[in-house]
Every structure is written in C-alpha cells, then in structure tokens.
C-alpha cells in the first residue's frame, strides 16, 4: 500500500537556510523562486535543520560543477558531484536518508575541488526538498 507523505520544499531564499561567506545570489531561470546561491569557495556552508526521513538538494550541473560534502548530524552523509558535461541542468543532485526521528542539524560544505571531467569548483544551490513519510499504511 501507499503510505504517503509529505514535502516541504526549502528555496535557497527561505530563511530556515543559513548561509555562510562566499556565496552569492544571483538570477537563475528555471530555478525555485527564479534565483539560486552561487560560490567556488572551499568550506563556503550553507546550514538548516530538517525533521524528515529524507532530504534532496536541488541544484544546477554543467560543465564547471564541483563538489559538495551533505553532512548531517555532524557526520558525512554524501559527496555530491555537481559536473555535467551537457550544462544547464537544474536537478536533483543527491537524496540522503536522515537517521531516526526528530530533528537534524544538516550543512551543505563546499568542498573546492572539481568533479572528476570538471573545468571548475562552482557550486549553485536552489533548495532543498524535504521528505516526512506517514507511519502506517
């Protein structure tokens, strides 16, 4: 059976994400809200708590994506990979299971490095979805 669930969705401008140094807003059609944060910055974070069983970054791929570290509950969670040969793609870049029940302190750290194929370190994040299953079913 079905069990459903629900979705919030967290655009870059909600105020539930704290951004650190280094990244920059800047105008990006197709994204969430029409605009997206941008950096190349190693260790540039950007930081939220989530209660949910799953979360997805949302953010753009192209030919100079770099790499970002999803850490949550102080422990690495993913290595993201944001390269993408073709460019322009505004996707879902990783889905990460949060462990247990409550609430969960996750930060996004950029780590500088290219992705393997990479010309660049640029990482552009548009939201995060976040996913609470319904028990039962």
């Known amino acids: 059976s079905d069990r459903g669930g629900h979705v919030a969705i967290v655009d870059d401008a909600d105020p539930a994400i704290a951004w650190g140094s280094g990244w920059a807003v800047r105008d990006a059609p197709g994204a969430i809200g029409g605009r997206a944060h941008r950096t190349d910055r190693a260790r540039a974070k950007a930081v939220l708590s989530a209660t949910g069983d799953q979360l997805a970054i949302i953010a753009a791929t192209g030919p100079s994506g770099g790499r970002l570290r999803v850490i949550v509950d102080g422990e ?36 500088g490095e290219s992705a393997p194929g990479s010309g660049g370190r640029r990482i552009e994040l548009d939201g995060i979805a976040i996913l609470d299953r319904l028990a039962g079913g």
């Open 76 to 111: 690495t969670a993913a290595i993201v990979d944001c390269f993408d040969p073709e460019g322009g793609r505004r996707r879902v870049v990783a889905v990460v299971d949060l462990p247990g029940k409550g609430e969960h302190a996750v930060v996004l750290r950029v780590m």
